[in-house]
């Protein structure tokens, strides 16, 4: 019988261990997750286009007029030595929520008056009067009323029919007739229909109205006339209206491509020469 076999008492060898890799915990998960998101969203994109938009900007106006800035929520430059802003609308601005527009605001610029176009001619109402007449006094706006001037029309009837529409209240700015056009007429007859409309309308509401033109059409055919009247001169684009000490503005029209909340479309943004005892006292007492 053959001997027995011994046993081994040698263990067997276990099979090596695998290497586990290690699992990242939930937080890391979820701030990578985090990143990831922001990544791909459309308001990371945005922010770094508006990054890149504003810087750029900074570099555009190295050099360039220091009181003359770009309000980017207003889309136009403004110049910055001037203290009270408004608007004139008609009804190409369609329905405004007056309210919004009284609420904006861009560092210290803000909407304190607006002009609004009444009458034109002899015959047409803006459709939008009413309503905007009504409608920006409740938001606090100082509103005065404007009428355009159509020089081959009596300048009597055309007082006579601006009147019928727009009553003078205590609190708004006078009225304005807004001349930019000798339609068909020649100058000095222009001038003599206008002088009519100024005389009624004083007449009638004791107070002076105030004139409006472009400044080439201003300085063409109604400087030395009426400097004794108000006035609001448009021109566009320029860090500063320079018209001389000759001629005593008021107002000024710099733009006439403004966003304003509450308004669908584009605007004219204006400036009142003076601070804020100056412009109570143009008021209508």
Known sequence: MPAARKRSTARKKLPPKRKTKKRLSIKWKAII????LLLLSPFYYGYVIKSIASTWRWIWDIGKVSNYRVYKSFNIRIPTNYKIHGIDVSSYQGKIDWQRVKNMREDSVHISFAFIKATEGILLVDPYFQRNWREAPKAGIACGAYHYFRPRFSGKWQA??????????????PAVVDIEELDGVRPAKMREELDDFLKQVEAK???KPIIYSGLTFYQDYLSGYFDDYHLWIAH??????SVGHAINWNFWQHSDKAKVNGISYIVDFDVFNGDSLAFRKLLVQ
């Open 33 to 36: 997750a985090g990143i990831i």
């Open 160 to 173: 006579r029919f601006f009147l019928q529409n727009v009553k003078t209240q205590k609190g708004f700015l």
């Open 205 to 207: 509401t004791k107070v």
């Open 236 to 241: 566009y684009y320029k860090p500063q209206l």
